[in-house]
């Protein structure tokens, strides 16, 4: 927390981290894939590199099928064990 992560993200993910408590960040996974697919869309029209967003995508669509749209975006932590 005193190192170069520290910040707004770093905030809101460490109630998840500590105590398994969403509150931080009411988004579900479902609404951050449909935004990211938006930015994926425009980043692809562009010819711009998005090769990150794509994987973060891919993540996201990983989280739904194992807990469903509805689960926020901070329970990818159970995801990515």
Do not use: C, W
Not at 2 to 15: C, D, I, T
Not at 46 to 63: D, F, P, R, T, Y
């Amino acid at each position: 927390a005193k190192g170069g992560g520290n910040g707004v993200a770093l905030e809101r993910v460490k109630p998840k981290l500590l105590t398994g408590d969403t509150a931080s960040l009411k988004f579900s996974m479902a609404n951050a894939k449909k935004d990211l697919g938006y930015y994926n869309d425009m980043a692809e029209q562009s010819s711009s590199s998005h090769g990150i967003a794509q994987a973060v995508e891919k993540l996201l669509g990983q989280g739904i099928d194992a807990f469903g749209p509805d689960r926020m975006v901070l329970d990818l932590v159970e995801a990515l064990r």
